[in-house]
């Protein structure tokens, strides 16, 4: 009787009260509940059964797919108020309910309330409760996967504690399944050990099956060959598993192998890596087997063997019984939809896809093998088009599944459009799909939206990219996930800037406000580093290059969940570019493990750069030691064995910077020091430039100030010009090239310490160097060190050899008033009077020195009037001693040609000589050093009279008349400056 028929029967006994014997009544329900007429099952339950157990039980059972955990429950209660006990089959029938490891510890734990449940746990109801873990697995992920494989060995456990339950040959079965699921190949092969009873072939093909999911087909011939020491018989079944087993470890030439063999009905031998040898006999070959095969060879895109595969099926080339026991007659396997939709998976030539698909279609004509083409047909051969690059073919089928009588479908849209993808420039024709997907009642997932942005991404149309952003989630309610984040910074790297775009220059200003409109259109929960992480960080980088720290904050504390390595470091980069110790600390110390750092505590080593960096920049030396302290030494051993960097070289580089410019050579060296040993970090030349530059700085302040604190006062006697010279020998053996700013700083310590020789040494080795062409240019700052340094020395004739070069060489090293300055000290030191003066007069004609300059002053009538002055604000004692002594003697010119040279005498008729000394503000003592030099000279030199100016006591005048009367006492005769046509005061113009 079928399932109709009968349905017609019982509600015709219903009708006519035609009378059921007790035993048909549970068979009753199970067929109704069969039939799929659930209420028709509950209403004869409750009203015409006779309410025994075995009713209730049948009903628990069959109406599993209907019902709720909470129905059957209500029914036992049900059942029980009517004087029934529950019985085993009444608990093995709850378990059908459930599936997956919590839900059956729930139900196990509700059960275990009822105070005569206890005793019914027998084989049974265990069995029905492991078998439960296993239902359900496919679509969980491996977390969920391992955790139902727990529950069934914890319940398995349990079970040979019992005295009522035995594992049987189903509980084994139902562990093999669990092992299936979480891929526990060693622990099938321990409990294969363990088994008390023969094995069946359902256990053995269940073992088979747990290597077969987890491709070890090494596992599966081992049991293979138990089975052959046990003479268990090896069915198709078994083979097909290990066939699987092959296939899943990628090893199709094996599988294919196999096929063959059985394909011939011959016996084959197979040998695992341990030497394990089987020889497996031919079985009988189904479909399913040779699918397996045809499946493994597209897997490996092996085209070629999977078209031969399917090319045999079509020629009869594989045969098999209509029945492997009952009937033997031979018959043909024919291809099904599998067979040909794994051969398009692996064809990569749009025609033979085209051919494939029009071929499934010509075989509604035969009689019997009719295999017409599915939806996901058209889609495996709209991907190979893909693979060929082929969108004219792709859209041809798209179009043609309608022929078919095939509805077009989000899977074949999706894959047109990553044709349209993979073709390239045709983000048109992927927009166009959307619409029609739309317009066509053909609701897009996340697949195809990935498409489309990545078509439009991919042409730069950042506003349309936008868009599609936008409307995925507000029309389609589409979640967008990591690589739609991607794929908008893909549009960012590839924007076009037209008049119908978003107008996006290189500019991090552009940048951030295009990054923003993606920020702005994100709901909270997609502000995580797993989903936007890319976009986030861009966009924090993008804000701290722009110079708005705060929106970069802001941004960052947005972030849901802990950040990753990328965030943080765009958060440091932030506060090192806008020189934010304090939230790089705060931040810093307060940040989440980064999991894939590879630094001490798991931080990320840039991002602890940028925290060092940003303390250093501010100042805060001694913060960024802390940091450095806390976080940057690597455990004991390790940087030895991995020789690998814990900080990046520019933290520690601008660290020891910030040491020197505190006056701590002392740590700046310590960092150095340490910087390989340590942290695993080789020292460059700016690594050795900061120390030298530190040095310099050390012995300046030692020069010029006592030690800062305690530390230095024990450390006093160090010599930071000696550390200096120290640095620049150990740099060139490390092989490293010093600059011109090395070079510098070591000849300017050397000179702060007077150490003349080693000054003049380091230029000479500056020299050679630059002949050779390993210091790419000459620094004037060294020269003028090297001239100071033989000045404070005594070596005035160096001095003076070293200017020289200078004038000789040019260029970036030509002479500048500071070099003279040097070399007139020197030579007035020496007592070489006329040297200097000589120089000076050179230096005055090539004006590297220009005394006079253009200012006003009160004349005689209290009005302001333009003179030329000297000014010496800027010059040493010894030079200004020599200027004040070549203009005065210079008043004493007859030379008709020089006077040609000297000013208009109405600038000196009515003031007079002014001479600008300054106030000495700028000075150390406070007071002015150049005033009471150059009264010195005018009135012990000259015998001169002056003044100072009442209006400006940085002025001293000597006044006309005193200057007629100076005259007319050296040259001899009454000619005076006033009756003069001309001024007799030498002036470079």
């Avoid at 090896?234 to 196999?258: F, M, P």
């Amino acid at each position: 009787m079928n399932r109709t028929s009968f349905r017609e029967e019982f509600l015709f006994s219903l009708n006519d009260n035609i009378a059921v014997h007790p035993w048909e009544h549970s068979y009753l329900i199970k067929e109704l509940a069969h039939a799929k007429a659930y209420d028709a099952a509950i209403f004869y339950l409750k009203h015409y059964s006779d309410h025994s157990v075995h009713c209730y039980t049948s009903a628990i059972s069959a109406l599993s797919p209907k019902l709720r955990l909470e129905d059957a429950f209500a029914m036992i209660k049900s059942m029980e108020s009517k004087g029934k006990r529950a019985n085993k089959f009444i608990l093995t029938a709850l378990f059908q309910y459930v599936q997956g490891g919590p839900e059956v510890l729930q139900l196990i734990n509700d059960l275990q309330q009822q105070k005569h449940y206890p005793r019914l746990w027998t084989t049974e109801v265990h069995n029905a409760a492991i078998h439960a873990c296993t239902r359900g697995s496919r679509g969980r992920d491996s977390k969920q996967a391992q955790d139902d494989f727990e529950t069934a060995f914890y319940l398995f456990s349990k079970m040979k504690g019992e005295k009522n339950a035995r594992p049987d040959l189903i509980t084994y079965t139902s562990l093999f399944l669990a092992c299936g699921m979480a891929s526990q190949v060693q622990v099938a092969m321990d409990l294969l050990d363990e088994i008390a009873i023969k094995p069946n072939n359902v256990v053995w093909g269940a073992a088979l099956n747990v290597c077969a999911k987890a491709g070890r087909p090494d596992e599966a011939l081992q049991i293979c060959k138990r089975m052959e020491e046990q003479r268990a018989q090896i069915t198709r079944r078994h083979v097909g598993a290990l066939l699987a087993a092959y296939a899943k470890a990628g090893d199709n030439a094996a599988a294919l192998h196999i096929l063959r063999a059985l394909q011939h009905k011959k016996s084959t031998r197979l040998i695992t890596d341990d030497g394990i040898s089987i020889l497996l006999e031919p079985v009988p070959i189904n479909i399913v087997m040779v699918n397996i095969v045809v499946n493994a060879c597209a897997v490996a895109n092996d085209f070629a063997n999977a078209k031969q595969l399917l090319d045999d099926l079509k020629e009869g080339k594989f045969v098999t019984f209509v029945h492997p026991t009952h009937d033997k007659r031979v018959v043909s396997l024919i291809p099904d939809e599998f067979t040909y939709n794994a051969v398009l998976a692996a064809c990569s030539n749009s025609h033979q896809a085209k051919s494939l698909v029009r071929e499934m279609r010509l075989t509604r004509r035969h009689r019997q093998g009719q295999v017409p083409p599915s939806a996901r047909t058209y889609t495996l051969a709209i991907n190979a088009c893909k693979r060929a690059k082929d969108w004219k073919t792709a859209r041809f089928l798209l179009e043609d599944c309608e022929h078919d009588g095939i509805e077009k479908n989000v899977f074949m849209y999706s894959a047109a459009i990553w044709t349209a993808v993979r073709c390239g420039n045709l983000a048109d024709e992927a927009l166009f799909l959307l619409k029609e997907m739309e317009q066509g009642d053909c609701k897009p997932n996340l697949v195809s939206y990935r498409g489309v942005l990545s078509a439009v991404a991919a042409a730069g149309k950042t506003d349309i990219a936008l868009q599609l952003f936008t409307e995925m989630k507000a029309k389609h309610g589409i979640t967008r996930d990591k690589q739609i984040f991607s794929i908008m910074m893909d549009a960012l790297e590839h924007r076009q800037n037209s008049t119908n775009e978003l107008s996006l220059s290189s500019d991090d200003e552009d940048r951030a406000r295009f990054l923003e409109s993606v920020v702005n259109k994100m709901d909270k929960d997609e502000f995580s580093v797993e989903t936007a992480g890319r976009v986030l960080e861009s966009l924090i980088y993008a804000y701290g290059t722009s110079d708005r720290f705060n929106d970069a904050l802001r941004t960052f504390n947005k972030i849901q969940g802990p950040t990753n390595g990328p965030c943080l470091r765009a958060m440091m980069s932030s506060c090192a570019l806008a020189k934010r110790w304090k939230e790089a600390i705060s931040i810093l110390h307060t940040s989440d493990i980064v999991e894939e750092a590879e630094g001490p505590a798991l931080l990320d080593t840039r991002a602890l750069g940028f925290a060092i960096l940003a303390c250093s920049k501010s100042g805060k030396w001694e913060e960024a030691l802390n940091l450095l302290e806390l976080y940057g030494q690597s455990p004991e051993g390790t940087m030895a064995r991995n020789n690998a960097e814990t900080i990046p070289l520019s933290a520690l580089n601008s660290l020891i910077a910030s040491c020197g410019r505190a006056q701590r050579p002392d740590l700046a060296l310590k960092v150095l020091n340490e910087m390989q040993s340590r942290y695993g970090v080789i020292p460059n030349v700016i690594s050795y430039r900061s120390a030298v530059i530190a040095c310099n700085q050390g012995e300046r302040a030692q020069r010029r100030h006592p030690p800062p604190d305690k530390y230095l006062e024990s450390h006093s006697t160090l010599q930071w010009w000696e550390c200096s010279l120290s640095l620049l020998r150990r740099l060139k053996e490390e092989g490293l090239q010093p600059d011109e700013q090395i070079y510098s700083s070591v000849v300017s310590s050397c000179q702060l310490a007077g150490k003349w020789q080693r000054a003049l040494g380091v230029l000479r080795a500056m020299m050679i160097d630059y002949e050779k062409g390993y210091c790419e240019k000459l620094n004037l700052f060294c020269f003028n060190a090297a001239i100071s340094a033989c000045a404070k020395g005594g070596a005035w004739l160096e001095a003076v050899q070293i200017y020289y070069k200078m004038l000789d060489l040019g260029g970036p090293v030509t002479p500048d008033f500071v070099t003279l300055s040097s070399v007139v000290i020197a030579l007035e030191d020496a007592g070489q009077k006329e040297m200097a003066q000589t120089l000076y007069e050179d230096g005055v004609k090539e004006k590297i020195v220009q005394p006079w300059t253009a200012t006003q002053a009160l004349d005689h009538l209290g009005g302001k009037r333009s003179i030329q002055a000297i000014d010496l604000h800027h010059f040493s004692s010894a030079m200004a001693r020599i200027a004040i002594r070549n203009a005065l003697e210079s008043l004493l010119v007859e030379d008709d040609h020089e006077r040609e040279k000297l000013p208009p005498q109405e600038l000196l008729s009515s003031i007079g000589l002014v001479i600008i000394v300054g106030k000495g503000k700028g000075s150390e003592l406070d007071h002015s050093i150049l005033s009471p030099t150059v009264q010195k000279v005018l009135k012990d030199e000259y015998h001169i009279p002056y003044t100072i100016d009442p209006t400006n006591e940085g002025r001293l005048i000597v006044k006309p008349a005193d200057l007629d009367k100076f005259v007319a006492k050296r040259l001899g005769h009454e000619k005076g400056l006033r009756k003069s046509n001309t001024a007799k005061i030498k002036v470079d113009r």
